[in-house]
Each structure stands twice: as structure tokens, then as C-alpha cells.
Nanobody, 119 residues
Framework: QVQLVESGGGLVQAGGSLRLSCVASGRTFSMYVMGWFRQAPGKEREFVAAIRSRSGGSTYYADSVKGRFTISRDNAKNTVYLQMNSLKPEDTAVYYC???????????WGQGTQVTVSS
């Protein structure tokens, strides 16, 4: 059974930083694209960042986070990270990691971790 477990969320002031982690189990982690998505209250879930399967694989970002967030993965630890710097109140959301066959199709999701940025 595939499981994705996020951690690292919390409350931070605007301009601060957080690092989210997502540990995967139940499938060969290194073979799959990993992504981060977020959902703010009253809004649809949106793409944040993604990284291709191999270590050091290509990365992709939403325009809203480009230059502030960095996605990375450690295939030896079955873990994907999202380093979030220069956080803004509009980054407040539940953040989810996901695993999939390609950048556009994710078939497993974590339970989410709350990120709250105060102004």
C-alpha cells in the first residue's frame, strides 16, 4: 500500500521560512514524479512544484512561488522536500505531496500539512 506522509507545516511570520517533507512508502520512490500542491480555504487545489524521478531531476514551479520555493528529493530516503522562503500570507494553505507517473497525472496523495503565514 502506497503511503505519503507530510510534515513540517506550522505557523510562521511573513518573510519567514519553512521546510516541508514528504516520506513515501509502498512503491519504488525513485521511479516516480513527485509534486507539491496546496489548497487554501475556499479555493481549488493548485500546483506548486514538481520534480522528475531521478535525483537531481528537472524541477517545475508555479509562477507564484518561483524564486522563493525549492523542491528537491532524496531517493535514498524516499523523501521529497519543499523549502519555502520569503513566505507571504497568500501562501497560507494545506500543502499536499503527490506521486505520479508524469507531471500531469498523480495517483497517490498525502493527508496534507497546514502552513499558516501571518502578516
Amino acid at each position: 500500500q502506497v503511503q505519503l506522509v507530510e510534515s513540517g507545516g506550522g505557523l510562521v511570520q511573513a518573510g519567514g521560512s519553512l521546510r516541508l517533507s514528504c516520506v513515501a512508502s509502498g512503491r519504488t520512490f525513485s521511479m516516480y514524479v513527485m509534486g507539491w500542491f496546496r489548497q487554501a480555504p475556499g479555493k481549488e487545489r493548485e500546483f506548486v512544484a514538481a520534480i522528475r524521478s531521478r535525483s537531481g531531476g528537472s524541477t517545475y514551479y508555479a509562477d507564484s512561488v518561483k524564486g522563493r520555493f525549492t523542491i528537491s528529493r532524496d531517493n535514498a530516503k524516499n523523501t521529497v522536500y519543499l523549502q519555502m522562503n520569503s513566505l507571504k500570507p497568500e501562501d497560507t494553505a494545506v500543502y499536499y505531496c503527490a506521486s505520479g507517473d508524469n507531471l500531469y497525472k498523480y495517483d497517490y496523495w498525502g493527508q496534507g500539512t497546514q502552513v499558516t503565514v501571518s502578516s
